[in-house]
């Protein structure tokens, strides 16, 4: 549905607050072709935009670069707020190894900044680089290197955001340790987009690693690599990240090691004595561009579904998921998930999804689809709205986004 | 708008800093209750005694005391669900303790309330080694996880210093830190999964390793930290780590604490990674070397720095080596260096053992908790020496400097009604000191009764509000540990929003 | 407040004590050291719930004779466990004695208590005590009585009491094949001219483990050491003082301190941890007494437990005692006197002796005097766990030296049936020295 801006809400923002486009693959998702795109300036622009919102009934999808938006079906009238204009690092010190930058702010962007002073934020999710600050810390993605730095929620120590009725909350602090009241910080990250507006976002930073090292083992026989990998995951030593691709051809396991030279190569030979295998070692460019395909793998595909279950599962998901005709999988060893891509060929998508879920969750796991073509109706399969997951979920959502102008998943 | 959800008085009912008792008369339940509680946990575990109720009238904070109209000991997640159920259905407010070491007052009772602590609850349900996870009753001891698991070659991270007692149903509720968490993160980054009584004894289990985390809110994130006021944890889930090959502990004397600071924003910007990084100060060296447990400190120094890098054996000499090059850049007078346990734990010992020597040397102890940006180290800890020479006390500090949280250590006499007064108005200094410079209120004590004042120096109106609806979404009618963390905000008018940001200030 | 004239009378002991209690800062350090409070997880059976109500006593808002001041008082093992691990050094022993005094004139105690310190105090009235037991024992009518006396109800504590007696038994260690194997020493050296002794021969120690005393003298002479034989000297006051009955206490340690510091011997040698401790303590104890304080704290610096003394100078290597020894720590031994490792040297001084720490050994056997009959409920908790610990070492005795807890433990395994002995380690170095040719003895005690 269409709504019509140019006489209410045009009048409340300055004019660069419009005309600003974003991704195809952003209507794909929403499944729908409405082009009403607001970029707020400032955060009091976006509680501008909210308030308005609230008061025509309108409802509101926050974006990143809309390029990784979960899939919505938007059923009232809705506007898409993007954040690009809020793109500036407002405070860095790399002494105190914290950054505040605002939400729209690109991690490649971020990155470059960070590095010139030896640090980064050690976060890995698919197309991380092209990311906004915002977009990570609404989705929470960590990607697959918390095994060896944790989750970024723990890596986040403040916010400011707007909630869904347009009220302006500073969240958390400056500081790496704050017990000062109730931690809403937390649920803000991974709230993607259906609590409130993030506008900006404190990080801590961590030094770049000295060395970074790459180990890598291929097979023909996946489930030989699932259990070198378990293994490396249950090894003494902690990897940063232990990642395993694989098609119905053969897998590639790649484990990244973190540290000073010396002890990356006292930790090689001690997952290496501990596996009872020995690696191939990859330097640096080579290296980078493998963990970009892994990372970046499958970014067109169209059918994605992502798949959770105990660590120690993850051979038995391997298994069943390659069985599928055609597909690619990657997995977070360390973490328990397995993202696979599928494709679209894939003989009746709707009861293939079915099928998968059913032996899925016989084996104790969840699955989610993540992208999916906009002709197919899983909705099932989707994450499913707050107000579905339960009261505790639901009472949040009226708790910050009072007369849901925040576009849930529905 | 904020408004308070209960009103409670709490003036510090003290005895320990105003010389005062309290009369100690509470209402007792009806009898009725107390032997519908009797049927659930056994009347042995219900306690109504008045007498015997005073060994629960405070936490390790014993300027507040109040006991409370019964203390429960269930044993289970059932038994707690159907206590909690039943004192509610009646309108009783609900106050969770472990081992009672908090330091904020979080485990005191509201004068209505009941008691319900965890002590039998001390099972560890599950040790998973394959995914590295532990599932444990709240009442287990946070040394104990760590016994337990040592022998799988694991071993739980957060490690407060009060680690040998408090239980992790407290961590939870304190998101607890420690001296390691300079590597390893807090409290929070641990839990994994909980099972919660909620209101009414409602059971319901969040998180959990395994379950997408991206599917829903981070309920568990929220519930860590809210100090006993959104329920009882009765099951948690934890996440446990590899045992490091090896460690290198480093002591650093220093002349003046400004110049040990120095050094420790040195160290981490030169991109190492220790597991700890500890100060203490001249008056507390000073306090340890006079006390029972002397570990041979210069008398001389000002301060003394603790630095411990854990990891693969093969690197630590070399992080030890930066570490040394950049305290003796700053000054060090001298740097020693341990690898065996044995001496390994006299380096520790003047940081371990501060909190009791001062407690031998002062007949009263504030122990204070703020947190600010690591490079305002320096400035602040010049700030509050200032504080305390004008207030004439004398101020101790002994602290995690690596993540910039400060125990400032004030030392009185609580018979000098004076001086009591004094101790009040410097601790609100050194906390304005600490928000000024970006930092906050607590890094890791929690809020409790004895912050709640403190809270509008960092809140404001909308965000207390904020954190009132979400106590309000887990415990609607507020029954859950009342009178905590929030501050208490008189309002006449439900919408005088000119009065709230008065009180804000 | 309320009570006045009795507060007056009685709360004047612990009042004297703020500067004791005051160091306490209510961290809860010690709550998990505590036996009592592991099992039952009231706060108010904890180090930090007890000295809470004795504060609670001084500041005047507790009756010293309400049951919960009693009943909590009265549980705590006195153990001392809370101590070793208390930041803020809290004196908790000496506060826990004055606790009890001052509970115990505000109401009389239980008549176990009442008659067994009496007696224990009296030496008029010890001996025929201890013969009676020792006929007991002798005539195996106490370990009869102990497998036929039922495990509940009235006579519960009768079975207990012989199970204890009948424990006093002494054990016979497997004979060693080659008598003389891995005595490496010769025997003379420097061991000949050594200090002058004195060794505390106890009340129960003399009443029931004569056999001890006398292997501590012997296992002394073969160090080297001069022992005096101290004429006078009676019970150390130990019971005395736990069970709040400080002013015999007092009178008994005046007896001791005269008698010892005439001997002019340099070290006292204790026995039984209980002594020891209380020993150490004389000068505490005696702190009100302007007259004895002074002597009090010199006597109290010259004890040592057996094993201090021999694990000083490196005991001499005995003959060859193969055989798997279980040691447990006396409560008033590791916590109260702070010696770990002593008593386990000594063990190691016989060889092929493979010495195991039962497991939690650091926690209380819950004997502590006459626990397990005043608390049968509680101290059979305790002991049930020490026992099944003890147990789980598949050992052929346990050591461990502190009377009072070879009965206990030593009443528990016989009433489980078990068969592990229960000996001092001196006794077996005694035994290995004899094997090894060092001296004889003349028939059993
Ligand atoms: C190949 C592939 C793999 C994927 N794998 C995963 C996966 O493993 N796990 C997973 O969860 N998702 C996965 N996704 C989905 C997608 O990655 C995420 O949605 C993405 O993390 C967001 O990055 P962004 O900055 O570009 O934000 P956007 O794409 O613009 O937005 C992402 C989400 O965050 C919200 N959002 C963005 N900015 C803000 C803000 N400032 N305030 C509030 N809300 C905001 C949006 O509403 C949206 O829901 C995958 C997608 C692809 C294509
Ligand atoms: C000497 C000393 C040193 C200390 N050092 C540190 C330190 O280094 N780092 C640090 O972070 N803290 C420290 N503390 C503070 C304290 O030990 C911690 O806050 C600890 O986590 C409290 O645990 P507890 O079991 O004693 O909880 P309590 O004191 O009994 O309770 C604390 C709060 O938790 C709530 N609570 C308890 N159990 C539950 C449950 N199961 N579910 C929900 N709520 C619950 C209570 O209602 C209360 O609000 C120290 C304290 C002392 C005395
Ligand atoms: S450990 Fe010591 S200071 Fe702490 S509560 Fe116990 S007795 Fe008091
Ligand atoms: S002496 Fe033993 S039983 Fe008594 S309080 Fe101390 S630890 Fe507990």
New binding site residues.
Partial sequence: MRVDLTDSLSRLLPEEAFGHSVPSSLWTALRTDVETVVAPGSAEEVATILKWASEMGVRVVPIGTGAHTYPRYPRDPFIVLTTSRLNEIQHYEPADLTMTASAGASIRDLSTEMATHGQWLPFDPPDVPNRTLGGLVATGLSGPLWAGYGQLRNHVLGATIVCGDGRALRLGGKVVKNVAGFDILKVMVGSRGELAVITSVTVRLFPLPVVDRLLVLEATDVSELVSTARAVATAPIMPASIILSATSDGGRLLVRLHGARVSVEADQKSLEKHTGVSFEVRNTPEAESLLVQERGSGIDTELVVRVWALPSRIGVLLDLLKQVPGVSLNADVYGGSVRAYLPVNLSDIESSLAGLQKDIEELGGTIRVLRIPAEVDASSYFAKPLVDEGELAAGLKRAFDPHAVLWGIE | MYRLLEKTDEEPVASLLTGKVSSGMTRPLPSTVVSDLAKIVGHEHVITDPDRLLVYES??LTAYRRPPRAVVLPSSTEEISAVVGLLHSNGIEV?????????SG??LTTPEGVIVG?ARMNRILKIDVENRIAIAQ?GVINARLTEATNPYGLYYAPD???QS???L??????N????HCLKYGVTARYITGLTVVLAGGQIVEIGGVGRDPYATLDLVGLFVGS??CF????EIELRLLPITEGVRTLLGIFESVESAGRAVTKIIACGLMPAAVEIVDGPTIKAVEASVFAAGYPLEAGAALVIEFDGTEAGLDLDADRAEQCCLEEGAIEVQRATDPEHRVKLWRARKKA?GAMGRIAPDLLVQDATVPRTKLPEVLAGIDDIGNRYGLKIANVFHAGDGNLHPNILFDRQNQNELELVERASKEIMQLCVDAGGTITG???V?VDKRKYMTLVHGPAELEAMAAAKRVFDPASLF?PG?VLPEVEVKGATDTAKILATGE | MTGAPVYEALGQALDAQQERLLPCVH???CLPACPTYNRLGNEADSPRGRLHLMQAVVEGRLEPSSEAFRTHIDRCLGCRACEPVC?SGVEYGTLLELARETAAKAAPQGLPTRVLLKVLGNRALRSPFFFIGRLLRGTRLAALGATVLPSYGPLRAGRLVLAMLASTTRWQPMASGDAISGNTDSGSDDVSRRSRVAVLLGCVQEGLFTRINSATVRVLEANGYEVVLVEGQDCCGALHAHGGDLERARMLARTNIRVFEASGAEFIAVNAAGCGAAMKDYGTLLEGDPDFVQRAEEVALAVRDVSEILASSGPRIGASIPCKIAYDHPCHLLHAQGVEHAPITVLEAVPDAEVHIVTDAEECCGGAGIYGITHPELGGLIGGDKVAAVRACLADAVATPNPGCMMQIGAGLRLEASNEGVIHPVELLDESYQRAGFYRVRGAE
């Fill in positions: 936490d390790g106050i969770p303790r472990g081992a009672g070491t908090g330091l979080g485990a965890t709240p407060p210093s009060s007692t408090c239980t149903g407290g961590n939870v509720a304190e607890s830190g420690g001296p100090e006993g329920g009882i944890a009765t909190f890791e004590h929690g409790g540990n905590k | 961290c809860g350090f930041p």
